[in-house]
């Protein structure tokens, strides 16, 4: 069974950053994509980062690019996304992805797997 763990959100100021970390076994970590999405309410969930686990090679939102950042440590099995420059609109539950497909996370986001969320919350 694939479990992904994320943790970090909360509830932080606009301007303010945070850290979200998705953990998962071992063999996952090696054998598929990984990626972030998100869904506030009211609104469909969409893609937020991902990030290739053979050429650590980045792919972003355009609402994002330039604020957010995903990093992977492969002695943790762990990817991060690092929220900076927060807005209200980035409210949202955060959601950890994974799938040894590529195309099915980023392009069709379609994942397989995924973690049971964490709520970031921005306040203005």
């Known amino acids: 069974e694939v479990q992904l763990v994320e943790s970090g959100g909360g509830s932080v100021q606009a301007g303010g950053p945070l850290r979200l970390s998705c953990v998962t076994s071992e063999e996952t970590f090696k054998n598929n994509y990984m990626g972030w999405f998100r869904q506030a309410p009211g609104k469909e969930r969409e893609g937020v980062a991902a990030i290739l686990h053979n050429s650590g090679n980045e792919y972003y939102a355009g609402s994002v690019k330039g604020r957010f950042t995903s990093s992977r440590d492969d002695a943790k099995n762990t990817v991060y996304l690092l929220l900076n420059s927060l807005q209200p609109e980035d409210t949202a539950i955060y959601y950890c992805?994974?799938?040894?497909?590529?195309?099915?996370?980023?392009?069709?986001?379609?994942?397989?797997?995924w973690g049971q969320g964490t709520q970031v919350t921005v306040s203005s």
């Open positions: 992805a994974a799938d040894p497909s590529f195309r099915k996370l980023w392009f069709l986001e379609r994942p397989a797997h």
